[in-house]
């Protein structure tokens, strides 16, 4: 079964609105998590990195007041597009890992649109 | 900084069909190399990963890739596809970054089996 829960799924919102998306990780205590965007037909851009009780770290041409990262848990990290427009329009995807593992987990995804 | 590479964007095969896809990196340092596939409304899943050692690995429902240090490539290859194969297979380099692989990714190839 899945060990990421990201929520929502898709969403449509205003422009000029802000939108928060939830990355859970369901079995373990997730000590890192990415942040990945997809514009379509492209390759996943990785956006941020977080880590549980501290600041995230951007990808250069990544604005971090527009994308609002919060890592306040092992278990749960958000992704706020603040102001959001629709450029902002495009797949988000978080991804965990915890301390000494080799692979990232992945969510399913959130499909913003911004109107 | 890395990239990475793919050449084939859509690829239509026939069942029992043999599958390679071309994946080349650019990255100065030690790579961690990694193929997911994302089945149609499914997570992004690992199917293979190469850190060290024999340089053929063998991952998830038979797929298995290379990795040619000297040619800079991580080819996907399955030696018969099946329809339930069908889905968009990304190549990614990592980078080991805060507690995790800080993931690249290629822009994926579409790969569609038909019966």
């Known amino acids: 079964g899945a060990v990421v829960s990201q929520h929502p799924s898709w969403v449509i919102c205003k422009s000029g609105t802000s939108v928060k998306i939830e990355c859970r990780s369901l079995?373990?205590?997730?000590?890192?998590m990415f942040w990945y965007r997809q514009f379509p037909k492209q390759s996943l851009m990785l956006m941020a990195t977080?880590?549980?009780?501290?600041?995230?770290?951007?990808e250069q041409g990544v604005e971090k007041d527009k994308f609002l990262i919060n890592h306040a848990s092992l278990t749960l990290s958000t992704l706020t597009v603040t102001s959001a427009h629709p450029e902002d329009s495009s797949f988000y995807i978080c991804?965990?890992?915890?301390?000494?593992?080799?692979?990232?987990?992945f969510g399913q995804g959130t499909r913003l649109t911004v109107v | 900084a890395q990239s990475v590479s793919q050449h084939n964007h859509h690829v239509i095969l026939s069942e029992a069909a043999s599958l390679e896809l071309g994946c080349n990196y650019s990255?100065?340092?030690?790579?961690?190399l990694f193929w997911y596939v994302q089945y149609p409304g499914q997570h992004l899943q690992l199917l293979l990963k190469?850190?060290?050692?024999?340089?053929l690995v063998k991952g998830i429902k038979g797929f298995e890739a290379e990795f040619i240090k000297s040619k800079f490539s991580f080819n996907l290859r399955k030696p018969s596809v099946q329809w339930s194969d069908t889905a968009e297979y990304f190549c990614?380099?990592?980078?080991?970054?805060?507690?995790?692989?800080?993931?690249?990714f290629g822009t994926g190839t579409q790969l569609k089996v038909e019966l």
């Open positions: 991804s965990v890992i915890w301390t000494g593992a080799t692979e990232a987990f």
């Open positions: 079995d373990f205590q997730a000590t890192t």
């Open positions: 977080s880590n549980e009780g501290s600041k995230a770290t951007y």
């Open positions: 990255y100065g340092g030690t790579v961690n």
């Open positions: 190469y850190f060290s050692g024999d340089p």
């Open positions: 990614a380099v990592g980078e080991y970054a805060g507690g995790g692989n800080k993931l690249t």
